[in-house]
């Protein structure tokens, strides 16, 4: 066998098999998971344009070979990461991940471990907890158009966070994680997995970053959120990779009977960022509530790719997404609303609003219906405008500077979602990244 460093090389068939030797302790099913999806990844083709899962979107620059696997951080550089972690101080638990490695834990209480609350990140898990994972890592095939990138982050994934919430048992303050790149052309496969069982409730907060501002990076991650019957699962998803850098996301969210979920991301980081969200709705009397918030500009293009698969009845899900842009960015978004024909009596909504602060920005709206049911109230909707010009004016007339008044009309147009976030925190973090980011306009 040719020798390699994974840590120096490009992606490649060479680098893919030094991973899986220095990762040997990996439990069977998941080294043939891996395995399989290596193939998967070579075998599937490149985004292109004529591709309708990748429509309106720019596929120049999508190649991935040009990354290396994230190197291992010495301890001196992992002082800023933890510094720049301290974002959430009230939380029942908190990973910080630098370069895929973790860095820094914040162990449970006595009390949710005695409770049977797991909280670890997954290069323990893996060993400790082999059994829950099998049934859930991975479990959901990608259905969006990343399937060439959900592969490549099967087969290179070695981290990330499971949180496991036993029945019936409730916790108010969030977890977090946090997951931070280093490096030029370094390469990260954040994971996250969240179990929810019977009735039970939990917030989750995922924080990603870089720690360089210009250097090139790769990050390719996946979420999922399964909340079982009568769980309440919200979610907090926050993408803030530095603009050089390519990323691709995909969150899944799957609600048992009279579950709910609430998911709420901000996106406003990435030269390139693709996220896709799939809701899938499987248990009757289940809920589940999406929300997103993108702040762009220069020329950052945000792809947002959506689906919400109804499969049980009287159910509900909606779906607010809300995308400010700024010089010539650009957003995508694509999203279907999909109701089985035994899912009657579905709720389901699907809206998306765009506020063009240039005439430069572009943004694109696709929504769709696709349903076989007869008894059910679906609509969907897209708009796209400019500042309202009076409202401008009257700042204007009264002293503001017209960066400022524009920020101000932008947190008003948020404002719809902000006041959705319940924990008090964690939407005071989400006003001030929306600040930082036109602070840095």
């Given at each position: 066998?040719?020798?390699?460093?994974?840590?120096?090389?490009?992606?490649?068939?060479?680098?893919?098999?030094?991973?899986?030797?220095?990762?040997?302790?990996?439990?069977?099913?998941?080294?043939?998971?891996?395995?399989?999806?290596?193939?998967?990844?070579?075998?599937?083709?490149?985004?292109?344009?004529?591709?309708?899962?990748?429509?309106?979107?720019?596929?120049?620059?999508?190649?991935?070979?040009?990354?290396?696997?994230?190197?291992?951080?010495?301890?001196?550089?992992?002082?800023?990461?933890?510094?720049?972690?301290?974002?959430?101080?009230?939380?029942?638990?908190?990973?910080?991940?630098?370069?895929?490695?973790?860095?820094?834990?914040?162990?449970?209480?006595?009390?949710?471990?005695?409770?049977?609350?797991?909280?670890?990140?997954?290069?323990?898990?893996?060993?400790?907890?082999?059994?829950?994972?099998?049934?859930?890592?991975?479990a959901q095939e990608s259905a969006l158009g990343s399937e060439k990138f959900t592969a490549l982050h099967t087969a290179l994934n070695r981290n990330g966070t499971l949180l496991f919430v036993p029945e019936n048992v409730?916790?108010?303050?969030?977890?977090?994680?946090?997951?931070?790149a280093k490096g030029e052309e370094s390469a990260v496969f954040p994971h996250t997995l969240v179990i929810a069982k019977d009735n039970s409730k939990v917030t989750f907060v995922d924080v990603y970053g870089s720690d360089d501002k210009d250097l090139a990076q790769l990050a390719c991650g996946v979420s999922t959120l399964y909340a079982g019957p009568g769980a309440n699962v919200e979610y907090h998803?926050?993408?803030?990779?530095?603009?050089?850098?390519?990323?691709?996301?995909?969150?899944?969210?799957?609600?048992?009977?009279?579950?709910?979920?609430?998911?709420?991301?901000?996106?406003?980081?990435?030269?390139?960022?693709?996220?896709?969200?799939?809701?899938?709705?499987?248990?009757?009397?289940?809920?589940?509530?999406?929300?997103?918030?993108?702040?762009?500009?220069?020329?950052?293009?945000?792809?947002?790719?959506?689906?919400?698969?109804?499969?049980?009845?009287?159910?509900?899900?909606?779906?607010?997404?809300?995308?400010?842009?700024?010089?010539?960015?650009?957003?995508?978004?694509?999203?279907?609303?999909?109701?089985?024909?035994?899912?009657?009596?579905?709720?389901?909504?699907?809206?998306?609003?765009?506020?063009?602060?240039?005439?430069?920005?572009?943004?694109?709206?696709?929504?769709?219906?696709?349903?076989?049911?007869?008894?059910?109230?679906?609509?969907?909707?897209?708009?796209?405008?400019?500042?309202?010009?009076?409202?401008?004016?009257?700042?204007?007339?009264?002293?503001?500077?017209?960066?400022?008044?524009?920020?101000?009309?932008?947190?008003?147009?948020?404002?719809?979602?902000?006041?959705?976030?319940?924990?008090?925190?964690?939407?005071?973090?989400?006003?001030?990244?929306?600040?930082?980011?036109?602070?840095?306009?």
């Open positions: 066998m040719v020798t390699v460093n994974s840590e120096t090389e490009f992606l490649s068939e060479a680098v893919f098999e030094h991973f899986l030797s220095r990762n040997a302790g990996l439990p069977s099913w998941l080294v043939k998971q891996k395995e399989k999806s290596w193939v998967d990844y070579l075998a599937l083709p490149a985004p292109s344009r004529s591709m309708e899962s990748w429509r309106f979107a720019n596929v120049t620059g999508l190649g991935v070979e040009g990354f290396r696997l994230a190197p291992t951080l010495e301890p001196s550089e992992t002082h800023s990461l933890f510094e720049a972690s301290k974002r959430i101080e009230s939380n029942s638990g908190e990973l910080v991940f630098g370069n895929d490695d973790l860095i820094h834990e914040e162990a449970l209480s006595a009390e949710l471990s005695e409770k049977g609350v797991i909280f670890e990140p997954l290069s323990r898990a893996f060993a400790k907890h082999s059994e829950i994972l099998e049934e859930f890592f991975m409730e916790i108010e303050l969030p977890f977090v994680s946090y997951h931070w998803y926050v993408q803030n990779w530095n603009e050089s850098s390519l990323s691709f996301n995909r969150l899944t969210t799957i609600t048992q009977r009279d579950a709910n979920i609430r998911a709420f991301g901000i996106n406003i980081g990435s030269k390139h960022a693709r996220s896709e969200g799939h809701t899938i709705i499987d248990g009757a009397g289940s809920n589940a509530e999406l929300f997103s918030m993108t702040v762009a500009h220069d020329s950052q293009e945000m792809d947002q790719r959506t689906l919400q698969s109804h499969n049980a009845p009287n159910s509900r899900s909606n779906l607010l997404f809300k995308n400010a842009l700024q010089d010539e960015s650009k957003t995508i978004f694509s999203g279907l609303i999909k109701v089985a024909e035994e899912a009657q009596q579905t709720d389901a909504y699907q809206t998306n609003r765009n506020l063009l602060l240039n005439p430069s920005a572009e943004a694109n709206s696709l929504p769709g219906l696709e349903i076989l049911a007869n008894d059910v109230k679906c609509s969907h909707g897209a708009t796209t405008g400019q500042i309202d010009e009076e409202q401008l004016f009257y700042l204007l007339a009264r002293g503001v500077s017209k960066p400022t008044a524009q920020k101000l009309l932008v947190f008003g147009f948020f404002e719809e979602i902000l006041k959705q976030i319940k924990h008090e925190e964690l939407a005071d973090y989400h006003r001030q990244l929306v600040q930082q980011k036109f602070g840095n306009a």
